[in-house]
């Protein structure tokens, strides 16, 4: 079956690069995992050997038919379900009843073009996964862990759900050789550990400040952090919040790390 261009498909043909993945999951038998694209099913196969149930959701209806052929066995013993749907048009609650405090993971290989769309629509979702682990764009997941040290609001964003002790990680490169076809750029897989119990992640008006302030704090990114948010929220006498939260007045957006983005946050609460 070829890959539609038009769906950003891009078959992984490396056995090294799923064993990474699986392996990533830390899979125990009976866990849920939730697959984005399964695609041929070559990641979905070594999924279901590890011993879990997998819900894989694909937007190709040929794809779809192809899966419910491939693993006819699998999907009358309960232990996979194939949705032809498209991810981001997809209501998690509608999946998984919420009341069953339902844990799952999501594992998958996702297509570049929506990996944005992705990481935003799971990490708002109100049933989170506990553990994400998935083969991105190499720049994107170094975005993610600030390789070079220095912040974003994507890097920002995806910290604010993770334990300070257990940040995003790189788990290995992938080159665009080990997929089919070959990309333009290589990828990374990524492991991402949400906490549920941070008490900033429980506060929801913490959580639309904290993410108010890291855009605005971003909108001119070689402008000085004071300066944009003075622009854009100029009611709020920002110098005596960095004073009280210990913050260099002269500093820019990507040089402060979450727990900094935190404390100006409780500051500015506080008025």
Known sequence: MKPKKTLGQHFLTSQKAILDIVKAGELLKNDLVLEIGPGQGVLT?????????VLAIEKDG????????????????????VLHQDI?????????DPKQKLKYKLIANIPY?????????????KIKPDL???????????????????????????????????????ISK??????????KVDSAIIKIR???????NKDKKQEELYFEIVKKAFAHKRKMMLGNLKAMMGEIVWDKIFTESKIDKKIRAEDLKKKDFLKIVESVMKK
């Open 62 to 81: 040929d794809l779809v038919e192809f899966l419910k052929e491939k693993f006819l066995k699998e999907i009358k013993f309960g232990v996979l379900k």
């Open 113 to 125: 073009n929506i990996t944005g769309s992705i990481l935003q629509k799971f990490l708002s979702e």
């Open 88 to 96: 981001l048009e997809t209501s998690i609650p509608e999946i998984f």
């Open 132 to 170: 994400m682990v998935l083969l991105i764009q190499k720049e994107v997941a170094e975005r993610i862990i600030a390789k070079n040290g220095k912040e974003s609001i994507l890097s920002l964003a995806v910290k604010f759900y993770c334990d300070d002790n257990n940040p995003p990680k790189i």
């Open 194 to 200: 949400l906490s549920h119990g941070l008490k900033h």
């Open 45 to 53: 196969e070594k999924l279901l050997e590890s011993g879990v149930k």
């Open 174 to 183: 992938v080159s665009a050789g080990s997929f089919f076809p070959k990309p």
